[in-house]
């Protein structure tokens, strides 16, 4: 049976020896004790308060509370986001615990959504792993070791609410 075996490893050595660059792969993550779900407090800064605020209708505001670029401030105003590690994803997170096409945001009228793009790690919505699900005003996204805050405008809520 050993003999079986080592064709094969002599086979992968042969592999990347011969100069054939390794497949790019997403670092798996930790999710028993890094994906806790506590949500946020009301402890947002004065300058993210007026970045909420002063959202036009049908866009939305996505803040990286924690991870790698916290504090990062992404405007959702298409009706299609990207979200991954590859450089042209429209929220670029560098990171190996992120897929290249990690998620898609979604816009429908004023309504927002999130799809995982078959993602290694997976994406969570409060504190839940989803293939797709519906953003609301406070809404938690994490994506590999980005956790971010979901906001609607303001002028939206009360549609969004009745709708």
């Known amino acids: 049976m050993s003999e079986q075996q080592d064709p094969g490893v002599a086979g992968l050595r042969r592999g990347a020896d011969s100069g054939h660059r390794p497949a790019d792969t997403t670092q798996t993550f930790g999710h ?6 506590v949500p946020f407090g009301a402890e947002l800064s004065q300058a ?8 036009p209708s049908r866009a939305a505001l996505l ?3 924690s991870g790698p670029t916290a504090g990062a401030r992404y405007l959702l105003d298409t009706d299609v986001s990207t979200v991954g590690r590859h450089p042209e994803a429209d929220i670029f997170f560098d990171d190996v615990t992120v897929s290249r096409r990690h998620a898609e945001i979604t ?4 309504e927002f959504g999130i799809v995982d793009q078959r993602s290694l790690n997976g994406t969570y919505l409060n504190g839940e792993r989803v293939d797709r699900g519906t953003l609301v005003n406070g809404s938690e996204v994490r994506i590999g070791k ?4 979901f906001f609607i405008s303001p002028v939206d809520l009360p549609v969004a609410a009745n709708g």
Do not use: K
């Open 146 to 149: 980005f956790r971010m805050t």
């Open 107 to 110: 816009r429908t009228g004023s």
């Open 48 to 55: 993210e308060l007026d970045a909420i605020q002063a959202l």
């Open 63 to 65: 803040l990286v509370r």
């Open 32 to 37: 028993d004790s890094d994906l806790s779900f």
